[in-house]
């Protein structure tokens, strides 16, 4: 799998990750106290932010991911594609995406789309494949 420039370059990779921590200073989260963000890399060279708002019924709680990929498809359309994704949270935890958003990212990202997020030990960088190999697709199905 061939890996995008943006994370062939550090110093991408190190502006997704600013980004993503930046959206995290905004997030809602007065029953958690969990602030995660998220910054998306679009095909088109964008980079989308979103960030969690959590909410008293946690069930309603959108995460950081999804809330960045919702307003990508907002303000792009829904033929946007992600090229990469940078996840960071001010409690510097351990954060992969979880089922839910990885599922919702895997509709936009592209075969080689790349990810980072806060590991146990250090940043984590890899294929999205990798991190979601066996996506939900109903295309497939046709």
């Known amino acids: 799998m061939e890996q995008h420039n943006i994370f062939g370059e550090r110093g991408a990779l190190a502006e997704l990750q600013r980004r993503a921590r930046e959206a995290a200073e905004h997030a809602y989260a007065p029953y958690s106290g969990f602030r995660v963000g998220a910054s998306l890399l679009l095909a088109n060279g964008a980079v989308v932010t979103g960030t969690n708002v959590e909410n008293s019924s946690y069930g309603l709680t959108i995460c950081a991911e999804r809330s960045a990929m919702v ?15 940078a996840v960071a949270n001010l409690s510097n935890a351990a954060s992969p995406p979880c089922g839910a958003c990885r599922q919702v990212l895997s509709e936009f990202t592209t075969s080689d789309a790349w990810i980072s997020f806060p ?5 984590v960088v890899l294929p999205f494949a990798e991190l979601f190999p066996f996506q939900f697709d109903l295309t497939r199905s046709k």
């Open 71 to 85: 307003r990508a498809v907002s303000e792009y359309g829904p033929g946007v594609r992600v090229l990469g994704i």
């Open 119 to 123: 590991g146990s030990e250090e940043e």
